[in-house]
Structure formats: C-alpha cells, structure tokens
C-alpha cells in the first residue's frame, strides 16, 4: 500500500460577503429565502444510514412570523436512541482506523461546499428559523462553520505531528487515538457555525457522535447534515436525533460507551451533565471527556481616558446585533461620570436609528428573539425595571409578540452595581449600564470581576496605556476572551480561540488545538532496538 506525509492545505478565514444593494450575493440569498420560506419541509432524524420519521412530529414557525409554518420534524423515542449507539458503535469499527487523510479530505470538501453551493442555502435558513439578519448569518452560517471546518483539519495536522524525542537505540513516537466510545454533541439555537462544529470536530479526530441540536435550530441543523452527507460522511459518524431532551441525555449519559460531551448552552443544564457522570463514574468504560461553553454575563468597562464614540459604538454592536442572544453579547457595562452624557447621546443616535423586523428586508438591524418562552422572559425584565426605583430605561423597553417575537433595543440605567440585570443572564436585547465616579475607576474593576458567576467575554476601553495594563492584570480571571477597545463579541476561529471559565465553561477553547486534543486519547509507543540481556545494571558491580 503506498504511504505518504501529507500537509493540509493552509487555512484561511473566509471572506466575508458584504451583502449590499445590488450585490450578486444579496440577490442569491433573497432568493434563497423567497423559495424556502414558502414551502414546508419534513424534517427526519439521522441514524446510521436511516431518515427517521415516526409520525411525532412539532411544527416549525420562523421566530419574526411565528404563525406560519415553513415545516415539521419528528421525534425520537426511546429505543431510537439506543438504536443510534448501536450504529455509532458499528460505525466506528472503520471511521477509527480510516486514515487521517480521508478523514480530513470529507471536512475539505464540507467546507469547500458551503463556500459555494451551500451558501446561501444554510445562510438562509439561519435567517427563516433563528431570525438573523443576513449579515449575521453570513459571519455564522457560512463563514465561521467553513473556518471551522479548514482551520479544524490543519489543527489535527499540528497535532499529529507533534511528537516526542527518540535516545540512542530507541524509537519514541505517539499515537493519537479517537475516544473508546460515542461523543455526545448538545447544541444552541444562536449559532450554526457552533450547531456543526461540535459533531464534527469530534468526528474529525476519528471518534463517532450521537448529535442532538436545540429544537429551534433543527431546520439549518438539516442542512448541515444534507451537506456532510453529500461531502461523503460515512452512515454513522454523525447521528443527529431530535426529541425529548431529557430522555435523549438520559438514555446517552447512563450509556457505558459515553467517551466525551461536547457541550454549548446553559449553565444548569451542563451542571446537570456533570452531576449525572458523576454518579455514574463506575458504569463507564472510561472516564468521559467533558467539555462545554455555558453561559455569560458580558461586560464592558470604559475608563475617562477612553473614546465615548468608540464605546457607545460597541455598546450598539456587542449589545443588540442578533438580539443580545449571543454567549459573548455585552449586557452590562461600566461608563464614568464624565464620559456618560457623550456616550448617552451616540447610543441614542444609534438606536433611533435601528430598524427592526423580518430578515427578508436586510435593512433590518433587529429581529425576533428566538421563541415565546424568551419574549416572556425578557418582557418580564423589561416590566420589572420600569417599577424599580433604582433603574430606569433610557430607551426601548417596548415589546410585541403579535407577529413575532420582537423585542426593542433595551437600555436600562442602574444606580445599584448589583441590580438584578446586571448580573443574571439574560440573552436578549436588553444591557444594563452603571454611571461611576470618575476617581473610582480601580475599585470598580472589582466589582466588574466579582459580580456574577461567568467569566466569558469582557471589553474594556481606555487611551491610558498603563490602565489597559492595570485593568487586564486585575480582570485576569474575569474573561476567557478579553477584548482592549473592541466589542466583547465577534472571535474569529484561528484569532481568537473563544472559550470562557468559571460557570461559563471549560475554557477548551472551540476552533483550536486545544479543543481538538480533548477527542484523542494518546498512546506512547516505545520501540527498543537491542533490548538488555541481563538484569544487572552497572552500579551492582
């Protein structure tokens, strides 16, 4: 058989389209949109080579019309589940001695296919089923799951190739191995690009997966699985399975044969997961691999010497593009006194100006929030700070659900540090700001790193080079992104591995080494050339 060492092509972030009027590429995703939008599609789940349908199916509503239904998808059952292990495991009897080089050339070729005919197709049904503008979708749905896809292969690369150092009549070479079980992938409704990296970074590295994406996004999860399919995925890899949550992890989590999760979504829910292993750590082969990107409470911090134009353009950004519901959103933010009334004014300006509405018209800035469960959520805030005598909404607080789930760009300004919306949660278009003593700058960098229980992404803003070097030291723990004078949002896969600690994951850092090596197990082979003959060594005499 003839054998070769093979380099990866050289990744490369993916341009991103600029979508404007009269663009090739706005027309083509319009159209897109036009034709998915107004046909329904009946959605399977995917085990081994089957398309499952039972008959249990729920309705599909784009969250900016949620009365009209673009399609269904059906649920598993019990012993739907217990069937996809059993086809993983049968799948993994090749997948894990498949060359690496094949293994990659299928991801190439995913990647190379949203770049072209996939595009607009899974960027539009980002738009129709989780309400994104189509500049959103396009850094989502096609750019970042296509660097993904490339920088993944050159990472597993790097990582084959490192290994260790060899002494006089010895070889030493390591082996990388898939994990001795499934890998089960749980995904979020907010990005695409996470919804197929975490399957198929896992599969990548030669282990199989039982995938089960968010409700809300099953209609573009689809789509990926149609475009791995067609990218040559073998039956079996990847199962995707739709239905019940709970009876999904548990029939998977009490499975002797779990070798990882791989995890983005809430924080009790990925507490849960740990809690479930651990009281099931003697059922298992081996000890799972656990890794997750959970929740967030973003911060922006601007010091006097920073730009107020500057900062209240990445409160516009960082707090309201898709609606607030990204991990890495800004939903509090910490502005001194003297920079407050410029800072105010730009916000103002810039949220007079947002339009809000449906995707179709890419004029709109914001769009719905992605169910009824958080319009309910989010409008419950919104009600509570109008009645709070330390809050006040500066602008915004309106909200409608009569079409869709449309929710205004919220501010809230606090007079109390510790009100309730600055440190819960709340994955919408709604931040918080607290107005500091200019002189107080110092302390309330504590107070930015104690208060909540995230650590994911944080911004801070200063023209004072030696406060950028006090605040980044003192916010070290705070943020497992941490951006100077930029937005808390927007990582880019190869420029900044995004992954946050403390309940806010991890920290394995998707779209890196560092995440890819958690789906290996390592085997150190030692090969001796003239093994020893006599047990004595020299200091016996």
Same mark, same amino acid.
């Given at each position: 058989?003839?054998?070769?060492?093979? $380099?990866? *092509?050289?990744? %490369?972030?993916?341009?991103?389209?600029?979508?404007?009027?009269?663009?090739?590429?706005?027309?083509?995703?319009?159209?897109?949109?036009?034709?998915?939008?107004?046909?329904?599609?009946?959605? *399977?789940?995917?085990?081994?080579?089957?398309?499952?349908?039972?008959?249990?199916?729920?309705?599909?509503?784009?969250?900016? /019309?949620?009365?009209?239904?673009?399609?269904?998808?059906?649920?598993?059952?019990?012993?739907?589940?217990?069937?996809?292990?059993?086809?993983?495991?049968?799948?993994?009897?090749?997948?894990?001695? @498949?060359?690496?080089?094949?293994?990659?050339?299928?991801?190439?070729?995913?990647?190379?296919?949203?770049?072209? *005919?996939?595009?607009?197709?899974?960027?539009?049904?980002?738009?129709?089923?989780?309400?994104?503008?189509?500049?959103?979708?396009?850094?989502?749905?096609?750019?970042?799951?296509?660097? !993904?896809?490339?920088?993944?292969?050159?990472?597993?690369?790097?990582?084959?190739?490192?290994?260790?150092?060899?002494?006089?009549?010895?070889?030493?070479?390591?082996?990388?191995?898939?994990?001795?079980?499934?890998?089960?992938?749980?995904?979020?409704?907010?990005?695409?690009? @996470?919804?197929?990296?975490?399957?198929?970074?896992?599969?990548?590295?030669?282990?199989?997966?039982?995938?089960?994406?968010?409700?809300?996004? %099953?209609?573009?999860?689809?789509? %990926?699985?149609?475009?791995?399919?067609?990218?040559?995925?073998?039956?079996?890899?990847?199962?995707?399975?739709?239905?019940?949550?709970?009876?999904?992890?548990?029939?998977?989590?009490?499975?002797? $044969?779990?070798?990882?999760?791989? !995890?983005?979504?809430?924080?009790?829910?990925?507490?849960?997961?740990?809690?479930?292993?651990? /009281?099931?750590?003697?059922?298992?082969?081996?000890?799972?691999?656990?890794?997750?990107?959970?929740?967030?409470?973003?911060?922006?911090?601007?010091?006097?010497?920073?730009?107020?134009?500057?900062?209240?353009?990445?409160?516009?950004?960082?707090?309201?593009?898709?609606?607030?519901?990204?991990?890495?959103?800004?939903?509090?933010?910490? &502005?001194?006194?003297?920079?407050?009334?410029?800072?105010?004014?730009?916000?103002?300006?810039? &949220?007079?100006?947002?339009?809000?509405?449906?995707?179709? +018209? *890419?004029?709109?800035? &914001?769009?719905?929030? %992605?169910?009824?469960?958080?319009?309910?959520?989010?409008?419950?805030?919104?009600?509570?700070?109008?009645?709070?005598?330390?809050?006040?909404?500066?602008?915004?607080?309106?909200?409608?659900?009569?079409?869709?789930?449309?929710?205004?760009?919220?501010?809230?300004?606090?007079?109390?540090?510790?009100?309730?919306?600055?440190?819960?949660?709340?994955?919408?278009?709604?931040?918080?700001?607290?107005?500091?003593?200019?002189? +107080?700058?110092?302390?309330?960098? +504590?107070?930015?790193?104690?208060?909540?229980?995230?650590?994911?992404?944080?911004?801070?803003?200063?023209? /004072?080079?030696?406060?950028?070097?006090?605040?980044?030291?003192?916010?070290?723990?705070?943020?497992? $992104?941490?951006?100077?004078?930029?937005?808390?949002?927007?990582?880019?896969?190869?420029?900044?591995?995004?992954?946050?600690?403390?309940?806010?994951?991890?920290?394995?850092?998707?779209?890196?080494?560092?995440?890819?090596?958690?789906?290996?197990?390592?085997?150190? &082979?030692?090969?001796?050339?003239?093994?020893?003959?006599?047990?004595?060594?020299? !200091?016996?005499?």
């Amino acid at each position: 058989m003839t054998k070769g060492s093979f $380099n990866v *092509p050289q990744a %490369i972030n993916e341009k991103v389209k600029s979508y404007a009027p009269n663009s090739e590429e706005r027309q083509l995703v319009l159209e897109a949109y036009k034709e998915m939008y107004n046909q329904e599609v009946d959605i *399977p789940f995917y085990i081994g080579g089957g398309e499952i349908r039972t008959g249990n199916t729920i309705g599909i509503y784009p969250p900016h /019309d949620n009365k009209h239904r673009i399609g269904q998808y059906h649920q598993a059952e019990k012993q739907h589940i217990e069937l996809a292990i059993q086809k993983a495991a049968e799948a993994r009897v090749k997948w894990a001695k @498949i060359s690496w080089e094949q293994r990659a050339s299928i991801f190439l070729k995913a990647a190379e296919l949203l770049a072209g *005919p996939y595009r607009y197709r899974l960027n539009a049904a980002t738009m129709i089923a989780q309400s994104k503008n189509v500049y959103q979708a396009e850094i989502d749905s096609a750019c970042e799951l296509i660097d !993904f896809l490339r920088f993944n292969v050159q990472f597993m690369s790097d990582i084959y190739s490192n290994q260790p150092l060899s002494s006089a009549g010895v070889w030493n070479r390591m082996e990388y191995r898939p994990l001795e079980g499934f890998v089960y992938a749980i995904t979020p409704f907010n990005f695409t690009a @996470i919804a197929g990296n975490l399957p198929a970074s896992a599969a990548l590295m030669g282990n199989v997966v039982i995938w089960k994406p968010a409700s809300s996004q %099953i209609y573009s999860a689809n789509v %990926i699985m149609e475009l791995f399919k067609e990218a040559g995925l073998p039956d079996g890899v990847i199962n995707m399975v739709t239905g019940s949550s709970s009876m999904i992890s548990d029939v998977l989590l009490n499975s002797p $044969n779990l070798a990882g999760i791989h !995890f983005t979504g809430s924080t009790p829910v990925f507490n849960s997961f740990w809690k479930t292993i651990g /009281d099931n750590i003697n059922n298992y082969k081996t000890y799972p691999r656990i890794v997750g990107e959970t929740g967030g409470k973003d911060f922006i911090w601007a010091h006097p010497t920073a730009n107020a134009q500057e900062v209240a353009t990445a409160i516009s950004r960082g707090a309201f593009e898709y609606q607030g519901q990204k991990c890495s959103a800004a939903s509090r933010a910490y &502005i001194p006194k003297s920079l407050w009334n410029d800072v105010r004014t730009h916000i103002l300006e810039d &949220i007079n100006s947002f339009k809000m509405g449906s995707p179709e +018209d *890419p004029s709109n800035f &914001i769009n719905a929030v %992605i169910d009824k469960r958080a319009f309910t959520k989010l409008s419950g805030y919104i009600e509570q700070a109008r009645k709070d005598v330390d809050a006040e909404i500066i602008i915004g607080g309106g909200y409608d659900d009569s079409k869709g789930y449309f929710i205004e760009p919220t501010v809230i300004v606090t007079t109390n540090p510790l009100y309730e919306t600055m440190c819960t949660e709340l994955f919408g278009p709604i931040i918080t700001i607290y107005v500091f003593e200019d002189e +107080d700058w110092e302390s309330v960098l +504590d107070l930015v790193d104690q208060t909540g229980e995230y650590a994911l992404t944080g911004a801070i803003f200063s023209g /004072d080079r030696y406060v950028i070097d006090a605040a980044t030291k003192k916010l070290e723990n705070a943020a497992g $992104n941490f951006y100077i004078n930029d937005k808390p949002t927007g990582a880019v896969v190869g420029q900044q591995p995004f992954g946050g600690a403390r309940a806010s994951g991890t920290n394995d850092k998707a779209g890196s080494i560092w995440n890819l090596l958690r789906w290996v197990s390592n085997r150190t &082979i030692k090969e001796t050339f003239f093994p020893p003959k006599n047990y004595r060594y020299p !200091f016996l005499g």
